[in-house]
């Protein structure tokens, strides 16, 4: 029996031992087998940063203006008559003065010379009755006429003395029709495409007229901008201030011309909720035509010490407008901030930032909260501008003003 016992005995240990073997077997076979370790830490994703920078910050104002000349005349006829000759070339640029057309003069110096005739002859008639005049008042002192027969007398002067002055301004129309046969620049600019050739009979009713004269220089542009906008443009135009203006191409990246704001108007379009401005050109080089529409960028006022980044560091999303703060670590933190304005490349933060601080501003699409980043430098070619040197991109097609995000 006690044997029986001990080999029972031998046999669960044997069993045992077995399955310790087994189960150390089946351990070593899984801890060595492919994708049985532990999985390492994701390597540092690689980012371009940018620090915050104290600097000035231009508020800016955008809008869609079109270049409106100062002066422009349609010249029309006053008279009527046949044109017979033109002065100017097609595109001219003219003085004030200048010679434009002629109209036939025949006819009106012919009732000129009628006007001065007719005025020569009431003249005479009413020089010969002042001095029957004076000789009837000698007479009817002495007595020696009836002094109906002098008041007659004086009335015939008086009424000569009327009929004269007609003659006079007969005279004086008749010359200032002459005067419009012969017709001037009556301002200094840009003559246009002639609307009648010589030879074709002219009046006052016509509708296009003679020919359109537009003022080059200097040149305005009339743009409007919302009504919220009016305090700020009211506050930077104080005190007889002139707000730089600047005008762009359609694209908003070749800059035309330079100029200042002139007027605003007194009014707010109750229909669209703008109201208009004005700002004049020298265009010495006449880059602004008539009609052209521009682009128009108005600074009101110009923000100083004021943290700038790098537009590309901007980030939206679920936190709201934010941006990767890198740390000392070497990891991100995600930092929500309030924009200001933005000029090319740059905005200013403000609020959220610290100068000094360094965001990402190029490898930000697979960042989040905490991860690890590697900096590298950034490329020759494409990279963020610096805000202390902002490069020109096309305008945004709305203003750009201080904004809380």
């Known amino acids: 029996m006690l044997k029986l016992e001990q080999r029972l005995g031998g046999r669960r240990r044997l069993f045992w031992v077995g399955i310790g073997l087994a189960t150390l077997v089946v351990g070593l076979w899984v801890a060595l087998r492919p994708g049985s370790r532990a999985p390492s830490a994701p390597p540092p994703l690689p980012v371009v940063a940018a620090p915050a920078v104290t600097s000035t910050m231009p508020v800016i104002y955008t809008a869609l203006g079109t270049v409106t000349p100062l002066a422009s005349v349609t010249v029309r006829t ?6 017979v000759a033109a002065g100017f070339t097609e595109g001219q640029e003219v003085k004030a003065g200048d010679f434009l057309v002629q109209i036939d003069p025949r006819p009106y110096q012919a009732a000129l010379d009628q006007a001065e005739g007719q005025l020569a002859r009431d003249q005479a008639q009413l020089a010969g009755a002042r001095v029957d005049l004076a000789r009837y008042a000698i007479l009817i002192k002495q007595d020696s006429i009836a002094k109906q027969t002098y008041d007659d007398q004086a009335a015939t002067v008086r009424q000569l003395e009327g009929t004269v002055k007609l003659d006079q301004a007969a005279v004086e129309t008749a010359r200032v029709n002459l005067s419009y046969c012969h017709i001037v620049a009556p301002i200094a600019g840009r ?5 009648v050739d010589p030879g074709n009979y002219v009046t006052p009713s016509d509708t296009n007229g003679l020919v359109v004269l537009n003022q080059m220089r200097p040149i305005s542009v009339l743009f409007a901008l919302p009504e919220d906008d009016l305090e700020a443009v009211l506050k930077g135009s104080r005190g007889g201030a002139k707000l730089p203006v600047s005008a762009y191409d359609r694209t908003g990246v070749a800059k035309l011309a330079d100029g200042t704001l002139e007027s605003i108007d ?14 004049v050109f020298a265009n010495a080089n006449e880059s602004l035509f008539p009609n052209q529409f521009v682009n128009v960028q108005i600074t009101v006022d110009v923000l100083k010490n004021i943290i700038v980044i790098p537009s590309a560091a901007i980030q939206r999303g679920a936190p709201g407008t934010f941006v990767y703060v890198v740390n000392k670590d070497d990891t991100v933190t995600a930092r929500p901030v309030t924009l200001g304005p933005s000029a090319a490349e740059s905005v200013a933060v ?3 930032l610290q100068a000094g601080e360094s965001v990402v501003v190029d490898g930000a699409d697979k960042l989040k909260e905490g991860a690890k980043v590697a900096l590298r430098p950034a490329p020759a070619v494409g990279a963020a501008a610096s805000p202390s040197a902002p490069g020109r991109t096309p305008m945004p097609p709305a203003k750009t003003a201080p904004a809380h995000q």
Not at 78 to 83: N, P, T, V, W
Not at 191 to 195: A, D, H, T, Y
Request: hydrophobic fraction near 30%; charged fraction near 10%; avoid cysteine.
């Open 266 to 279: 007194n009014t707010i379009n109750t229909s669209t909720g703008t109201f208009q401005l004005r700002a």
């Open 350 to 352: 403000i609020k959220g």
């Open 78 to 83: 006053q008279i009527s008559g046949q044109l």
């Open 191 to 195: 003559v246009g495409l002639r609307q």
